[in-house]
């Protein structure tokens, strides 16, 4: 009898317990699903478990196009005219996006190509991209302004940014080093980060997936431009970096690529960037 009281007792006093914490417990203070981590050069998130990283890209100024580096035999005549532009900071992440950072955001998985959560996601359409960039908005609670990166955004940080070496793929001048790309992948993509990173920290600008901007497609202009956004509409958006499917020559920083946006294949995935704004 006296080991029933006492149970009786420790049930009703672990529900008096609970009580007092639920009502302690504010709407406010409902566990998130999110984490986020500054450091003086990125933003470290975790969403549902899973993390990835939002590398600092300072602003500056670069020539845009097919420059000396690029060879002269490679380079399309999209690839011209070289071009002054100037941008203000931004975040670009680490990686591309993997299976799991999209299927914690949108719970399915398009990819063709399965075995590993590290794996980038691929067979993403370009417009799908943007409900996965709307629904991880929504769930960082809109406080952050997550979005694809302008085809200026994209080439600057494949350059190396203000840190550049002056290379022709994104961290080297030997394609190996930092490509997953026709001859080496094997036929297949590869978990991301797994070859050498260019000068900013940055993993598979080259090679691995081709990588959608937000930018319409559309000629070159001569004339220096501030945060260029592209065309105001078109047919075709913005592929950039090449792919486990091409040769080494889609791999170079400035090469161009184009596709219509309702069009998801294998060696399509998406790199997210994240508009600089001060901390609060």
């Given at each position: 009898?006296?080991?029933?009281?006492l149970?009786?007792?420790?049930?009703?006093?672990?529900?008096?317990?609970?009580?007092l914490l639920?009502?302690?417990?504010?709407?406010?203070?409902?566990?998130?699903?999110?984490n986020?981590?500054y450091?003086?050069t990125?933003?470290?998130?975790?969403?549902k478990?899973?993390?990835?990283t939002m590398?600092?890209?300072?602003g500056?100024?670069?020539?845009?196009?097919?420059?000396?580096e690029?060879?002269?035999?490679?380079?399309?005549?999209?690839e011209?005219p070289?071009?002054?532009?100037n941008?203000?900071p931004?975040?670009?992440?680490?990686?591309?996006?993997?299976?799991a950072?999209?299927?914690?955001?949108?719970?399915?998985?398009?990819?063709?190509?399965?075995g590993?959560?590290?794996?980038?996601?691929?067979?993403?359409?370009?417009?799908?991209?943007?409900e996965?960039?709307?629904?991880?908005n929504?769930?960082?609670?809109?406080?952050?302004?997550?979005?694809?990166?302008?085809e200026?955004?994209?080439?600057f940080?494949?350059?190396?940014?203000n840190?550049?070496?002056?290379?022709?793929?994104?961290?080297?001048?030997?394609?190996?080093?930092?490509?997953?790309?026709?001859?080496?992948?094997?036929?297949?993509t590869?978990a991301?980060g797994?070859?050498?990173?260019?000068e900013?920290?940055?993993?598979?600008?080259?090679?691995?997936?081709?990588e959608?901007?937000?930018?319409?497609?559309?000629?070159?202009?001569?004339?220096?431009?501030?945060?260029?956004?592209?065309?105001?509409?078109?047919?075709?958006?913005?592929?950039?970096?090449?792919s486990?499917?091409?040769?080494?020559t889609?791999?170079?920083?400035?090469r161009?690529?184009?596709t219509?946006?309702?069009?998801?294949?294998?060696?399509c995935?998406?790199?997210?960037a994240?508009?600089?704004?001060?901390?609060?």
């Open positions: 009898m006296r080991n029933r009281a149970h009786h007792c420790l049930l009703l006093l672990s529900a008096l317990v609970s009580v639920f009502s302690c417990t504010k709407k406010g203070d409902e566990p998130k699903d999110y986020v981590y450091t003086d990125s933003v470290i998130f975790t969403v478990g899973i993390p990835f590398i600092l890209v300072e500056g100024t670069f020539e845009m196009g097919a420059t000396e690029q060879g002269q035999e490679d380079p399309d005549e999209n011209y070289i071009h002054v532009v941008l203000s931004y975040y670009i992440c680490q990686t591309e996006v993997t299976q950072l999209w299927y914690a955001v949108l719970d399915t998985n398009p990819s063709m190509i399965m590993s959560r590290s794996l980038p996601v691929d067979c993403v359409k370009w417009d799908v991209s943007q996965f960039i709307r629904t991880l929504k769930i960082l609670d809109n406080k952050f302004e997550i979005r694809m990166p302008t200026a955004e994209w080439e940080a494949a350059r190396g940014g840190r550049s070496k002056g290379y022709k793929y994104s961290g080297s001048d030997d394609v190996d080093e930092v490509a997953w790309y026709g001859p080496n992948a094997d036929g297949q590869h991301v797994t070859k050498k990173p260019n900013l920290g940055i993993y598979d600008m080259s090679g691995n997936l081709w959608w901007c937000q930018d319409w497609t559309g000629h070159y202009q001569p004339t220096e431009q501030t945060n260029p956004t592209g065309p105001s509409d078109g047919t075709h958006h913005v592929m950039r970096g090449g486990w499917t091409y040769g080494q889609f791999c170079r920083v400035s161009r690529n184009y219509s946006n309702i069009i998801g294949v294998s060696n995935g998406l790199r997210i994240m508009t600089y704004k001060d901390r609060d």
